[in-house]
């Protein structure tokens, strides 16, 4: 299926902060459903096998749209990796959210694009990681969304925080340093990323927001995932049993891919996911 698309666009993120968007859109394809997609931590809307996976996605007959989150080390000229270590250093959950509820917003008012073939009813998320923690969370809160599917998502987002003795310290410094084995660099956190997550217990409590889900919700999850556990999967599930589980064997926390991702073919455990994920939106 041919599809039409339209990359990098900017919009307007949380603290006001501009980022960048694409839309794919197939075409001939009238009043689709909407998919948002949700990167993870040192993520982004082109790593790896991510654009693939969208226009498999838009293949299926769905508008798609994939961005960067408005803090996530990204800029307007630089979209790929992270040139903004600052703008990394005061990303917080809640902007995160708020990021998401621009895109909804964008997407409802934007007359310049081709966003007419949405159906402006149904917008389903789609996220990877804390993507799709952060997917689940909007979903809880946001009537707008009518599906969620995550993708190797967390299921507490304070079990993922250092120990005490390690929060002691990013207190009392101000700042901790997370290591990227792939760009080599030293990514900073303020000690507002933990201050945004202990003020909003209630609305980053993802054990709470699961139970709250009363639309169609996916889990995906490899078994093998070695940077989220599959059990955390399983504790999803466990707080949504009306929620959809599979699992994939052997696909590591990406499923296959890795960044850069030069293959025309997407990888055996994301041709699943994606068979997982395509069979659920349109069901």
Do not use: C
Request: charged share 25%; hydrophobic share 40%.
């Amino acid at each position: 299926m041919q599809l039409t698309e339209i990359p990098n666009i900017k919009f307007i993120g949380a603290g006001g902060r501009p980022s960048l968007l694409d839309v794919i859109l197939p075409q001939k394809v009238v009043k689709m459903p909407l998919v948002i997609f949700a990167h993870g931590f040192k993520g982004f809307k082109d790593w790896g096998h991510f654009p693939l996976l969208s226009k498999k996605i838009a293949e299926a007959g769905f508008a798609v749209v994939k961005f960067n989150f408005s803090h996530n080390g990204g800029t307007l000229e630089e979209p790929i990796d992270f040139p903004d270590l600052k703008a990394f250093s005061e990303n917080t959950y809640s902007k995160e959210q708020a990021d998401l509820k621009s895109i909804i917003n964008w997407a409802k008012k934007e007359q310049e694009l081709p966003m007419g073939y949405w159906n402006k009813k149904e917008v389903y998320l789609v996220g990877h990681s804390r993507g799709g923690s952060m997917a689940i969370l909007q979903a809880a809160q946001n009537s707008a969304i009518k599906k969620v599917v995550s993708w190797a998502a967390v299921s507490d987002l304070q079990k993922r925080l250092p120990s005490e003795t390690e929060l002691k310290k990013w207190k009392s410094k101000g700042v901790r340093y997370i290591k990227n084995g792939r760009t080599e660099q030293e990514m900073p956190m303020k000690y507002q990323f933990v201050e945004d997550l202990l003020a909003n217990q209630e609305e980053l409590n993802l054990q709470l927001a699961t139970k709250q889900i009363n639309i169609p919700q996916l889990i995906l999850h490899a078994t093998d995932d070695e940077a989220v556990p599959v059990e955390m999967a399983q504790e999803l599930k466990k707080w949504n049993p009306n929620a959809d589980l599979k699992l994939i064997n052997k696909g590591g926390h990406t499923f296959g891919g890795k960044h850069p991702y030069l293959k025309e073919k997407l990888p055996k455990p994301s041709e699943i996911l994606l068979e997982h994920t395509v069979n659920f939106l349109k069901s």
